[in-house]
């Protein structure tokens, strides 16, 4: 009896060891400031885990774009020999799937602006988030989590399909203070995203309500830009800056949304930012996503530039502008 034991816990640790050599990513994590804000994924989670992701290639790459054409409406009919990419300036080795998605589940962050340069409609931002989160969240299938942020980053709801515990979540915000907003989104992407591993697909995306200046944060706007594209979020931004001019802030935001594949939007009466909002459900619905191996890919941990193009006349691609190859 005690050799046929001893026999059986020799054998379960060796497969406990097996495993752990097979899978380095189960040892894997990211080191950096935590923030209480964006609470971290329990470990008795599965879908906190990185078993998920133990099979996944790491010279396959994923990107999700969309298409336009001269006058910016969506064009959802293409295929693949529509378009010409470019990875790190080379074509694809190959090309694994295309596919049209128009409903993906959606992993939303919504960000927005408390600070005191929001205070003068702020209340008809909350409403008009809150429309939004109501049209563009089912239950069961998509999910979403609302931030607050000024000189900090207060998480008001964490991810939830319950679109009551968001809409409570964004009443709750009140403003006032400075504005950290290269913190806000480096932390949303790094504690929330990058931690996000669904077993599908999914659409994940930032929208940040802000007016785009920031004179609080410690994280700088490249390294904001370069967590979002670790995370493959995508950010969108709607500018709270109603004064009719171009400022500096709205630069911000249309380099954050650019360098993610995103877009920002500029509405100059209160009731377009309704609209606005409109538009980024309707373009998260109106997607392309191709699967590729890179050509001459080494699993370096630089990153590699993504170009994708129509080669229809007057059609516009948006994507996201690279990603960092993993490291091993």
């Known amino acids: 009896m005690s050799y046929t034991r001893t026999c059986r816990l020799v054998a379960a640790l060796l497969t406990t060891f097996a495993l752990a050599c097979a899978s380095p ?3 894997q994590s990211y080191t950096g400031s935590t923030v209480s804000a964006y609470p971290s994924a329990s470990e008795d989670d599965p879908q906190s885990g990185s078993m998920l992701t133990i099979h996944k290639r790491v010279d396959e790459v994923n990107v999700l774009f969309i298409a336009t054409d001269k006058h910016g409406k969506f064009v959802r009919d293409l295929n693949q ?9 080379k074509p694809p080795q190959s090309i694994i799937n295309f ?4 409903d993906l589940p959606l992993h939303l962050g919504l960000l927005i602006d408390v600070s005191g340069s929001a205070h003068s409609r702020f209340d008809f931002e909350q409403n008009a988030a809150i429309s939004f989160l109501q049209h563009a969240i089912r239950a069961h299938f998509d999910k979403a989590f609302v931030v607050g942020f000024n000189k900090q980053s207060q998480m008001a ?6 679109v009551e515990l968001l809409s409570t979540g964004v009443h ?25 591993r669904p077993d599908r697909p999914v659409r994940k995306a930032i929208v940040v309500v802000s007016d785009g200046e920031d004179n609080q944060s410690e994280i700088t706007r490249a390294q904001a830009i370069e967590m979002a594209q670790r995370a493959e979020v995508i950010i969108y931004a709607i500018s709270t800056d109603d004064s009719g001019l171009i400022l500096r802030g709205d630069k911000v935001l249309e380099q954050l949304a ?15 930012i309704t609209h606005s909002f409109a538009a980024i459900e309707d373009e998260l619905r109106s997607q392309y996503v191709v699967s590729y191996r890179p050509a001459d890919f080494d699993a370096d941990g630089r990153y590699r530039s993504i170009e994708i193009s129509a080669l ?3 059609l516009q691609v948006r994507a996201r502008k690279g990603y960092f190859a993993p490291q091993q």
């Open 172 to 196: 709750k915000l009140q403003d006032g203070g400075g504005t950290a907003l290269y913190d806000a989104i480096y932390r949303a992407a790094k504690e929330k995203f990058l931690k996000d």
């Open 99 to 102: 596919r049209r998605e128009t």
């Open 258 to 272: 650019s360098a993610t594949g995103g877009r920002a939007f500029f509405p100059f009466k209160m009731k377009d």
């Open 312 to 314: 229809k006349k007057d």
């Open 157 to 162: 709801q964490d991810f939830t399909d319950n």
């Open 25 to 27: 990513a189960l040892a």
């Open 81 to 89: 020999n529509d378009f010409a990419i470019l990875d790190d300036h």
